[in-house]
Nanobody
Framework: QVQLVESGGGLVQPGGSLRLSCKVS????????MRWFRQAPGKEREVVAG????????NYEDFVKGRFTISRDNAKNMVYLQMNSLKPEDTAVYSC?????????WGKGTLVTVSS
């Protein structure tokens, strides 16, 4: 059974930092690229960042470039999203995603609220 479980969300002030984690089980993690998505209240889900299976290639949407860093630890089946210089508009539910064995898998998400 494939599971993706996010953690690390919470309330943070503008300019602050959070590190999100996603624990993956049920497929050979090291063979698949991973992505982080987010969905803000009243908005559609959008991709935030992606990382290749080996971790050497990363990509980011323009609105997080220079502030967020995606990484992974294939020995631990974990993917991370380090978020710095957070803005109120970063408030959203953040979810990790994988496409494995021809199917899409999502975690339930973790809520990040950026507010003073």
């Amino acid at each position: 059974q494939v599971q993706l479980v996010e953690s690390g969300g919470g309330l943070v002030q503008p300019g602050g930092s959070l590190r999100l984690s996603c624990k993956v089980s049920g497929f050979t993690f090291s063979r698949y690229a991973m992505r982080w998505f987010r969905q803000a209240p009243g908005k559609e889900r959008e991709v935030v960042a992606g990382i290749s299976a080996d971790g050497f290639i990363t990509n980011y949407e323009d609105f997080v470039k220079g502030r967020f860093t995606i990484s992974r630890d294939n020995a631990k089946n974990m993917v991370y999203l380090q978020m710095n210089s957070l803005k109120p508009e970063d408030t959203a539910v953040y979810s990790c995603y994988a496409r494995a064995y021809g199917m899409d898998y999502w975690g339930k998400g973790t809520l990040v609220t950026v507010s003073s």
